[in-house]
Structure formats: C-alpha cells, structure tokens
Antibody, heavy 121, light 111 residues
Framework: EVQLVESGGGLVQPGRSLRLSCAAS????????MHWVRQAPGKGLEWVSG????????GYTDSVKGRFTISRDNAKNSLYLQMNSLRAEDTALYYC??????????????WGQGTLVTVSS | QSALTQPRSVSGSPGQSVTISCTGTSSDVGGYNYVSWYQQHPGKAPKLMIY???KRPSGVPDRFSGSKSGNTASLTISGLQAEDEADYYCCSYAGSYTLGVFGGGTKLTVL
C-alpha cells in the first residue's frame, strides 16, 4: 500500500524558516518524480514544486522561487521542502504527492494527508 | 504561470451529465497531453480521476471522462450520483523543469 506521510509543519513567524519532510513507502520511491502541492485555507490547490526521480529536473512556482528548495533522498525514501523567508501568504496545508511518471509530468496518483504551515506573528 | 480557468460552480440532477471546462494556453493545456483531473471532498486529500487528458486510473468509474480541444480540457461526469458532489480541479504540465499549474477549482452540486 502506497503511503505518503508529511511532517514538519507548524506555526512560524514571518521571515523564518521551516523544513517539511515526506516519508514514502509502498512503492519504488526512486522510480517516480515527486511534488509538493499546497492549499490555503478555503482556497484551491496550488502546485508548489516538483523534482524528477534523479533530482535532475526541478521546478518551482514563481511565488516561491528563490525561497523554497525541494530535494529528495532516494536512500531514505524521503522528499523534503526547505522553506525560507516565509510569508503570511505561504500559510497552507502542504501535500506531498507522487507523480505517475519518473520524469514528472505533474500528474499525481497518490497524496499524503498534508501538514499545516501557519505563518503569523 | 497563470492558473487555468475553470467555472466556479456547476450543478446537475442525479442521472444527468455535467461538463467542467479548464482553459489554459498553448504553453500548458494546449501544448501537452498531460492534463489531469482531481476530485476533492471536504477535509480530504484530492483523488486522481483522469490523467493524460482522457485516461482513467483503475477504480474510477467510467462515468468520468476527459477530453481536450485546443487550449481547453473538459471533464464530463455522466449519470450523476450524490457522491459526485465535490470540488474538481484540473492540472496541466507546463513545460520543462517539471512545471505544473492547477485550475481554480469547480464546485459540483448534485441537486
């Protein structure tokens, strides 16, 4: 059974940093691209960042470029999102999502339950 | 990276069909056959309903179908059932470096 378990969310002040983690199990993690998708309270889904199976292709939505860094450790079956210079508008539930392909055509067949990030003073 | 355009809401009666549109540009929807659709019930994680424009994952009823014409993709749900009431989101690949973009979401109400 595929499982994606996010962790690392919490309440953080504007300008501070947070690192999200996603522990994957039930599939060959290093065969698939992975992504972070967020959903602000009461709002729609927003693709945040994606990384190909071998970290050779990485992308970010414009609003987080230069502030967020996605990475993966295939040996640990884990995906990460380092979030720096956090802003109030980054407040959201952050989902880890598995791509259906290795290269990353941004189609997600499995999702975690999300970890909540709240940016507030 | 502008969000794809979806109607904010659609509705239909049980047994009827509804179609949700998703309009992008030649840089996303029109440029690639990597459009997917997700169903999200309140408080739940999204669920993949359609991928590669028109393919259904195992377990998704064949009442759900997808298509694309030019820069607009569509999700059609036939034989509406009460449990189809949910938010629906389209998503498109937007080019190299693993770029993606979602639609704003459509709330489906089953009358």
């Amino acid at each position: 059974e595929v499982q994606l378990v996010e962790s690392g969310g919490g309440l953080v002040q504007p300008g501070r940093s947070l690192r999200l983690s996603c522990a994957a199990s039930g599939f060959s993690f290093d065969d698939y691209a992975m992504h972070w998708v967020r959903q602000a309270p009461g709002k729609g889904l927003e693709w945040v960042s994606g990384i190909s199976w071998n970290s050779g292709s990485i992308g970010y939505t414009d609003s987080v470029k230069g502030r967020f860094t996605i990475s993966r450790d295939n040996a640990k079956n884990s995906l990460y999102l380092q979030m720096n210079s956090l802003r109030a508008e980054d407040t959201a539930l952050y989902y880890c999502a598995k791509d259906i392909s290795y290269s990353g055509y941004v189609q997600f067949d499995y999702w975690g339950q999300g970890t909540l990030v709240t940016v507030s003073s | 990276q502008s969000a794809l355009t979806q109607p904010r809401s659609v509705s239909g009666s049980p047994g009827q069909s509804v179609t949700i549109s998703c309009t992008g540009t030649s840089s996303d929807v029109g440029g690639y056959n990597y459009v997917s659709w997700y169903q999200q019930h309140p408080g739940k994680a999204p669920k993949l309903m359609i991928y590669d424009v028109s393919k259904r994952p195992s377990g998704v009823p064949d009442r759900f179908s997808g298509s694309k014409s030019g820069n607009t993709a569509s999700l059609t749900i036939s034989g509406l059932q009460a449990e189809d009431e949910a938010d629906y989101y389209c998503c498109s690949y937007a080019g190299s470096y693993t770029l993606g973009v979602f639609g704003g979401g459509t709330k489906l109400t089953v009358l």
